[in-house]
Structures are given as C-alpha cells and as structure tokens.
C-alpha cells in the first residue's frame, strides 16, 4: 500500500516567518500534487510536480519533488495569515492510478 | 468556466437513515472521485467513475455506492447510516483518469451529520 507522510502535522508560527513541510513515502509516484484546505472547504490545488528534481515557485511558495519522487517539500517565506489552513500532499498510485492524500499539515500564521 | 458543484452543502440525518449526495463536475470532464474526510483520517478514496464505470474502489463497506450519469454527473449513496458515516464528504473532477497524470479539482464537499 502505497502511503504519503506529512510532517510536521501541526504548524503555528508568526507572521513574517519561513517555514518547510514535507511530504515524504517509500514508494514512487510519477508526480504529486499540493492542496491548500480551509474550513469548511474542498482542497484547492495549488501546484503539480512531475519531473524527479523540479522546483517550481508559485509566489511565496516554492515546491520541490526529490530526485528519486519519493518525497516534496513546501518552503513558504515570509508567511502571512492568509496562508493559514490545511496543506495537503497527494500522488497518484495503487493499481488504477486514484489520488493517495497524506493526512496534512494544519498551518495556523498568527499577525 | 463553472467549478465542481456539490449539494446539498450540508445534511443531518439518524442513525438507520440512507443519503445520496449529488456532484456536477467540471464541463468537459469525464471523470469523479469521491473522498470522505474526517479529522483522524484525513481524506480517504471511496471510489471513481469514468464515463459512467466504477473504475477504482477503496475500501469502504458494501453501504456506500455510487453512480455516474451520461452526463458525467455523479451520485453517491449511504444506506442504513452509522454515527462513524458523519464527515465531509468531497468530489473532484478530473479530465481523465487513472494514470494520465490528471489534476483533481475539488468541489465545496457535502457536511454529513449523523446523529
């Protein structure tokens, strides 16, 4: 069973700071994708990597998918409140290709 | 260009009690997932249909099904509801499917309350 973990699952920082999440598993995924969840709401997503080594920015926001596409990472610099909410990793997997979702990380940016 | 539609937004029901929850994909996609997501599990796959074919199932009992129109609309259904059942139940619509690499866009989800 292919398995994404999401670290750290719990994230409150100030205003202004930088902050990493990482999404990492022991299998391979031909890519994976970030979602950004509010209350109440569906996931949005935020960004698609595909391509062993990419790093792609969206903004403040800087995506990577490891060498091997078994692991990303999120760098947000400079966060602010409106970055606040559930972020979620996803890769495709298991035998007919559904979407496999880690558990996320809950990022609370205190003004 | 209209996003995922799912209704009702919200829903309570008893224990016993069967629901269906409706989702209208993108215009053009062909293809609907459904997730149930609670706080400790996170977003679990329920199942995903492609040109009105179940086409992957996760693993959820017999009292959850689905179905998908010619329309690409689809329908999911819980019969004889558990109090476990209450979740935010969420559709996504994809172009295609399986490993064509698709990206998943999401829609508002349904709030199910079982009490």
């Known amino acids: 069973t292919q398995l994404l973990e999401q670290s750290p699952q719990f994230l409150s920082i100030q205003e202004g700071e930088n902050l990493t999440v990482y999404c990492n598993s022991s299998?391979?995924?031909?890519?994976l994708q970030w979602y950004r969840q509010e209350p109440g709401e569906g996931p949005v997503l935020l960004v698609t990597?595909?391509?062993?080594?990419e790093v792609k920015k969206l903004k403040r926001l800087t995506f990577q998918f490891g060498d091997a596409r078994k692991d990303s990472s999120l760098h947000i610099t400079a966060a602010q409140p409106g970055d606040t909410g559930l972020y979620l990793c996803a890769g495709r997997g298991g035998s007919q290709g559904n979407l496999i979702f880690g558990k996320g990380t809950k990022l609370s940016v205190k003004p | 260009k209209a996003g995922v539609t799912q209704t009702p937004r919200y829903l309570i029901k008893t224990r016993g009690q069967q629901v269906t929850l409706s989702c209208s994909p993108i215009?053009?996609?062909?293809?609907v997932s459904w997730y149930q997501q609670t706080p400790g599990q996170g977003l679990q796959f329920l199942f995903e249909y492609f040109s009105e074919t179940q086409r992957n199932k996760g693993n959820f009992p017999g009292r959850f099904s689905g179905r998908q129109f010619s329309n690409s609309r689809s329908e999911m259904n819980v019969s004889t509801l558990e109090l476990g059942d209450s979740a935010l139940y969420l559709c996504a619509s994809s172009l295609g499917t399986g490993g064509m690499n698709t990206e998943a866009f999401f829609g508002q989800g349904t709030r199910l309350t079982v009490v």
């Open positions: 299998s391979v995924f031909s890519s």
């Open positions: 215009s053009g996609h062909r293809s």
């Open positions: 990597v595909v391509t062993g080594g």
